[in-house]
Nanobody, 123 residues
């Protein structure tokens, strides 16, 4: 059973940084593109970033360009989202997701999701 697991969320002050991780125990991620999404209270879930299976294709939402960096370490079977210069509007639950048999970005119809990790940006 494929299960995505996020970690690394927490409380940070505006301007601070967090690094989120996404892994899949018992499943190798290196053949799949991975997307990061977020959902703030009362808002729809939105795509934040995506990295292709090869790592050669990356995209970001305009709101996070220049502040967030997605990467993957296939040896560790982990995809990261480095978030710098965090703003209160970045707060929400962050999810990683994949779409089976899809190696490009963006994801079209993710069919596996993690449980999410909470990011709170507040002074």
């Amino acid at each position: 059973q494929l299960q995505l697991v996020e970690s690394g969320g927490g409380l940070v002050q505006p301007g601070g940084s967090l690094r989120l991780s996404c892994t899949a125990p018992g499943f190798t991620l290196d053949s799949n593109s991975i997307g990061w999404f977020r959902q703030a209270p009362g808002k729809e879930r939105e795509a934040v970033s995506c990295i292709s299976a090869s790592g050669g294709m990356i995209n970001y939402a305009d709101s996070v360009k220049g502040r967030f960096t997605i990467s993957r370490d296939n040896a560790k079977n982990t995809v990261y989202l480095q978030m710098n210069s965090l703003k209160p509007e970045d707060a929400g639950i962050y999810y990683c997701a994949l779409e089976t048999m899809w190696r490009l970005c963006p994801l079209k119809k993710p069919n596996y999701w993690g449980q999410g990790t909470q990011v709170t940006v507040s002074s």
